[in-house]
C-alpha cells in the first residue's frame, strides 16, 4: 500500500471538457474540497472518491458522482485509487462542461483518466504501520542511542529528562525487532 504526503493537481481535456483532478492527503480532503469550490464557482460537478484506513486497520472507501450520472465518475474513480494501492489519499476531480456530451462510457473514460494521470504526477510512499514505543536509557548512553536510532532510520518523537531518560520512538513491529538485537544491555524498551 501506498499514500501521499502533499497536494497534487493535474488538468485532462476530454471534448472540451476540463477536468482538474487533485489528489491529497486524506485528512487535507474538506479543506481542499472547500478551497476547490470557492477557486472554481463557474465548475459544474465536484467528484470525489478517498481511501483510509482507519483505528481497526481496515479499507474505509467513499465516493460521489456530484450529479453525474450514477456511476460514471465516482465509482471509477475510487476503482483507480484502489487498483493502484492508495489508502490515506483522497482525489476531487473538478469538471467544467465544454458542451459536448461523452455519454457513460465516455464519462468513466474521462474520469478514470483524470485520475491515472494525476497518479502518473504524484509522489507516492510505502505505507508501514508504525508503533510508538518508548525507550529507557541513563544520560551516559544517550549517544549511543541516538546514533543507532539514526542508523536505523527510526523517528524520535520525544525526550524526557527524568532521572533516567525516556525516548519515545515511531517504527514498525520489524523495525522493533532489528532494534532489539543492536540495543545494548543496559537500554531497554518499556511498554
Known sequence: MKFIKEN???????????????????????????????????ARHFVYAYRYLNEFDQVVENCSDDGEPRGTSGKPSLAVLSGANIINTAVIIVRYFGGVKLGTGGLVRAYSSSVNEVINISEFFEYK????????????????????????????????FLSDIIITIELTKEEEEVLLLKLPRNIQIIT
Open 8 to 42: 497534487f493537481n493535474n488538468t485532462y481535456e476530454e471534448k472540451k471538457s476540463k477536468f482538474i483532478a487533485c489528489i491529497m492527503p486524506y485528512n487535507n480532503f474538506e479543506k481542499v474540497m472547500f478551497d476547490l469550490k470557492n477557486e472554481h464557482t463557474k
Open 129 to 160: 504501520k508504525l508503533l510508538l514505543t518508548k525507550i529507557k536509557c541513563d544520560y551516559s548512553q544517550l549517544s549511543k542511542l541516538e546514533y543507532i536510532l539514526k542508523e536505523e532510520n527510526i523517528n524520535i518523537i520525544t525526550k524526557e
